[in-house]
């Protein structure tokens, strides 16, 4: 071989290698979103290790379903980082249109499992998963295709809140059908605040919130068991052995805690005094088990992830991912607010999953796959940083 075909050849190396992509993220935001799987991992077992050999003959059950639900959510994390938040953005129309069909399909017996005096869950064969986490995603996929097109027109009634309140209620209509009033406010909170943040204007915002507190404060009124919870809310402790049992257990769970917990398998609430110590009040667990500490350390996860999708929303690339990361990152604050607040007495009570930490393989894989698109979109355009020609468009 001549000198200079082996010199062509070592250049033809380097320019393939410089073109192939390589895979970008921010550590820091992976590490909190595996902290909060394992940990997820390791409190569902012990939440429920009692209740499941007593219930269901197999101590294991929840924890092998949990452990498999975390294992698929970080290969749908490598997967989704490695694919790029770009090529979700075509899907997003398809995604809310499937979403929407779900929550309708829920309706019919057969398909919608209901449990807990609500309709929430789809049982296909030995598949059973709750359509409402499907709909947050596809819900924020859509708004951030949406705003990310609409950004000059934004202030254009007909352009940049119609259509976004439109879809938002239909959504609305059918999770209120389930009934899960929490997702509903939750959605709702979430597509206000990205509508303000892209400058839709206040009046219409205000005037939206004018026009359905009365609405939602109705919704409260007639019906027995949400005025119930306001008013347990409100005063627990006046009925602990019937509405307010569960916050009552709750809050001796994170008492008997103290400041770094009485250890790990040790709880006493998860002995059939909690109910759902395992899903919605896996908290009061983590408080009772580890403590203060415990309590702090996971709302410190949840803060590093609010800190650093609010850093990758800032540095996106394009607007798009801007929308998108923040949209994410929302929702993550969103629910983990109220999850805690639930499960501190800061709020009514309401069944809404601690994001990879409470009971659930639809919830743990979907916000596996929120946290995939928000870390693709902090690796830069796409989740890849492509060298050479054609790297940046």
């Not at 921010?26 to 939440?47: E, F, K, T």
Request: proline content about 4%; charged content about 10%; overall charge positive.
């Amino acid at each position: 071989m001549s000198l200079s075909a082996a010199a062509g050849m070592r250049v033809q190396r380097q320019r393939d290698s410089a073109l192939r992509p390589i895979l970008r993220y921010d550590p820091v935001l992976l590490g909190a979103v595996l902290l909060l799987l394992m940990l997820g991992v390791v409190m569902v077992y012990s939440a429920s290790a009692v209740y499941a050999g007593a219930r269901l003959g197999d101590g294991l059950w929840f924890f092998k379903r949990q452990a498999g639900a975390a294992a698929a959510g970080v290969a749908v994390v490598l997967l989704v980082m490695r694919v790029g938040y770009r090529r979700f953005e075509p899907l997003a129309v398809p995604l809310v249109i499937l979403s929407l069909a779900l929550l309708v399909l829920l309706q019919f017996p057969g398909l919608g499992h209901a449990a807990g005096g609500a309709r929430r869950w789809m049982k296909l064969g030995s598949l059973i998963f709750q359509p409402s986490e499907i709909a947050k995603i596809s819900l924020v996929l859509w708004l951030s295709r949406s705003l990310a097109r609409k950004q000059d027109r934004i202030r254009v009634f007909s352009v940049g809140f119609l259509p976004h309140i439109t879809v938002l209620g239909l959504f609305t209509i059918l999770l209120l059908l389930e009934p899960d009033f929490g997702t509903t406010v939750v959605l709702g909170v979430l597509t206000v605040a990205l509508l303000f943040a892209a400058g839709v204007r206040l009046s219409w915002l205000l005037g939206l919130g004018a026009a359905t507190a009365p609405v939602l404060a109705l919704l409260v009124w007639r019906s027995p068991y949400r005025i119930q919870r306001v008013l347990t809310f409100l005063d627990p402790w006046k009925d602990p052995q019937g509405h307010g049992y569960q916050t009552v257990e709750s809050l001796l769970g994170f008492g008997a805690g103290g400041s770094f917990g009485v250890g790990l398998g040790d709880s006493h609430q998860k002995l059939f005094f909690l109910p759902a110590a395992h899903t919605d009040f896996i908290l009061s667990i983590i408080g009772e088990e580890l403590g203060f500490a415990g309590v702090a350390a996971v709302l410190v996860l949840f803060a590093v992830v609010l800190w650093r999708g609010l850093k990758s929303a800032y540095a996106a690339s394009d607007a798009f991912g801007c929308w998108l990361a923040l949209g994410v990152t929302l929702l993550f604050s969103l629910e983990a607010l109220v999850n805690a607040g639930m499960a501190l007495a800061l709020l009514p009570t309401k069944g809404m999953a601690l994001p990879f930490l409470s009971y659930g393989m639809t919830s743990v894989v979907t916000s596996s796959f929120a946290a995939g698109l928000l870390l693709s979109v902090s690796g830069g355009p796409g989740g890849f940083l492509q060298r050479g020609a054609g790297a940046r468009r």
